[in-house]
């Protein structure tokens, strides 16, 4: 769970300075004039949008546990233990070569339309596609990948004009996402024994493809995103990223209106560029002095992975709450799917996306064309105790209020909260417990290192929610998370999206100031439901009475918005 962060002040002021036209400026390749851009206000206001990672990996489509986009790279270097190695030679052969899937790339069932029309449901505002990988293979007929790419092998199309059509056709804006630098290219020499090395000689591979590549696309397609990515090997001089972000500010077709991310080079991520993503599934519990992204995913493979089962993947209500909490920090949520081969986005990721839209008909005025606000969450605490927990012990029951109960387990150390999460959702929690893990607490408070935890719980109750502290276990009962947005017209009109639902109906938020003319109202189906509140004028403090509201027809799960006018 993320902890309140306040400092939100300079946050506010991004998307205003965009109202004048950047093609009034003109922007020098150093990154003090191109920093100095402003973050275009359709993007600050989007907030949602869907990340689509398809390719001729999407043939194989397999991963032990990891990400399957990966497979080339996995091949090449047997970096997962040989795992893609054996499952390669075993079911294709040791002489089937990796741009043999080309031909099997088929795409046979794919219709944009559909993608787009699926997308626009979603509530998402803007679509980003990919043209190309880290393995080289282009989604458009690139002129330096002869026989490796989507119109001459495979499909026989192109696939990000069709794509980008299709997008545009519903309303929806369109980017490029494209990897910097390729496995295989014979210009850039890997060690695969050590992996990517600093390297000298990169002139013609940045002249030919890098630079080639993007005002290709760029003059082909004016992509309103370009995402590069891949930060290894050269840095932003070798690349020069800073020389083609200057073209396409100053020269390019999209100049007043392109959004680029912070992915250019080794000495670039979360310091220079447009939007930072400084890494996967960024989900910062602060508000960043710069517009950011949360790229993530339903599963934990970007591209198809048909190892991944049913439970892998992200519920609705937890990608509601994903989505909610980055726009409280002042993000965005990019949310990927990977689509099979032949053009199909699974059934889950499909039910997943519309019930996004859902939820967004309804409560996307607490999304949209918001802003920061002076605080991004709060928890309104319902009764809270404190018991001793032995943490040797793997099983331990802890009492709470009225008899009920919550089970803990130590799940060990770990590097990272991926890795917490994984041992979470394994089978062996719920057969030794006869529950499913519901939640986890991962704690890396007075690590020797970072990244490394010593302390990894998983729970049976999703409202209990516990901090460890020298072997004393500090929980809450009937504690619901909130998160805060404000309105772009005024700072006043305050949205606070409620992830559960309070106990007796009645919701106590310290927070939020009212005043005289205070208004509170839940937003419900197509219009607002007024609500009755209590409060002193001026005193931080609001009880809010939803006990009457029919909580059965709130879309997305739990989740739901109050708007709150006037307010301090």
Known sequence: LRLMALPAVVFLAVSILFSSNTATRTYQPTWESL?????????????????????????????QGSIA??????????????ATRNFHYQTYGKEFSYDQFGAMFKAELWDPNKWAELFQNSGAKHVLFISKFCDGWTNWKSSTKWNYNSVDVGPNRDLVGEMANAARAVGLKFGLYYCNIEWGNPLLPWDYERGPQPYHGEERYVEEVFLTELKDLTMKYSPDIINGDYCVLLNSTQLRSRE???????????????????????????QHGGYWTCRDKFEPDYVPPHKWVDLNTIGISWGLNRQETAEIYKTLPELVEMLVSNVAYGGNLLLNVGPTSDGRIVPVMEERLLGMGKWLEVNGEAIYSTRVWRNQTEVSVGQTFTVLANMSNVDNSIPGPKNSTATIKYLGNFHSVDECLKACQSTSFEQQFGKPCLSFTWQANDCPQPEWSSTCYGRTDSYWSPTVEQGHTTGQRDAVRVYYTASKASNQTVFATVMSWPKKGILSLSVPVPTQN???????????????????????GIVIDLSDVDRDQLPGGKAYSLKMESVN
């Open 35 to 63: 920093d100095s851009r402003p973050i275009p206000e359709w993007f600050e206001d989007a907030k949602f949008g869907i990340f689509v990672t398809w390719g001729i990996f999407s043939v194989p489509a397999w991963s």
């Open 69 to 82: 986009e990966w497979y080339y790279q996995r091949l090449l270097t047997g970096s997962d233990h040989n």
């Open 244 to 270: 083609f972000l200057a073209w396409l500010y100053n020269e390019s077709p999209v100049r007043d209106r392109v959004v680029v991310n912070d992915r250019w080079g080794t000495d670039v991520r979360c």
């Open 518 to 540: 205070s208004a509170i109202s839940l937003l419900f189906k197509v219009d607002y439901l007024p609500l009755k509140y209590q409060g002193h004028m001026g005193s931080p």
